[in-house]
């Protein structure tokens, strides 16, 4: 079975702070992704990779950026935290670019910014 | 751009039950569509995928059909059962596209 994991199932932190979101996943997937998910919104893809230190921007990147040093993992790095980045943040990832493949997802991060 | 709708927002039904909920999507030029299931505050579970070129695919108790065509898919849940329960998402992945556009959800619980 394919496991994408989450560093944080809940984190709150102060506005202005650094904040690292760490997804890891197991099995050799190319493709990773960002969301996040609110409210009346759904989710909404913030960034995502293809590769080892390839990246591109989703739909809405501003205030955050990503790290990917190893092909297992991917980071979500939120800058300066502002009290309009509190929300459900969901990690994907999804073999090789061929149109047949799942997208799998881990168990999200609950962040609160105060 | 691609519009993924899901009707009804919210759907309650007795223990037992065969019930449907409906996807459709504005855009037929899609690679495939992904159902999911999302418990209360955790991530998304795969339930199914349907292939562009496909017409419906089976697990279990689920089922779910695709009408390219005209932009819809539905998921037939027969014999619903209270651990049913739960927030399901429609995702279509548009061709050209890496992300999934999804859908806003249904609510759908099930009353012993």
């Known amino acids: 079975d394919v496991k994408v994991t989450q560093s944080s199932r809940y984190l709150v932190k102060r506005t202005g702070e650094k904040v690292f979101l760490e997804c890891v996943q197991d099995m050799d997937h190319e493709n990773m992704f960002w969301y996040r998910q609110d409210p009346g919104l759904g989710l909404r893809l913030i960034y995502f990779s293809y590769d080892v230190k390839m990246k591109e921007k989703g739909d809405i990147p501003e205030g955050y950026s990503v790290s990917r040093e190893k092909k297992e993992r991917f980071s979500l790095i939120l800058e300066s935290a502002s009290t309009n980045q509190t929300s459900m943040y969901l990690c994907?990832?999804?073999?090789?670019?061929?149109?047949?493949?799942?997208?799998?997802f881990g168990p999200g991060t609950r962040l609160t910014v105060t | 751009k691609q519009e993924v709708t899901q009707i009804p927002a919210a759907l309650s039904v007795p223990e037992g039950e065969n019930l449907v909920l409906n996807c459709s999507f504005t855009d037929s030029a899609i690679y495939n569509l992904q159902w999911f299931r999302q418990d209360p505050g955790k991530g998304l579970t795969s339930l199914l995928l349907i292939q562009s070129s496909q017409r419906e695919q089976t697990s279990g108790r689920l089922n779910a059909s695709l009408d390219k065509s005209s932009g819809r898919s539905t998921l037939y849940i027969a014999a619903s059962q209270p651990g049913d329960s739960a927030t399901y998402l429609c995702?279509?992945?548009?061709?050209?596209?890496?992300?999934?556009?999804f859908g806003q959800g249904t609510r759908l619980t099930i009353n012993p």
């Open positions: 994907a990832s999804r073999a090789e670019d061929r149109h047949t493949y799942e997208q799998y």
């Open positions: 995702a279509v992945r548009p061709q050209g596209a890496q992300k999934l556009v």
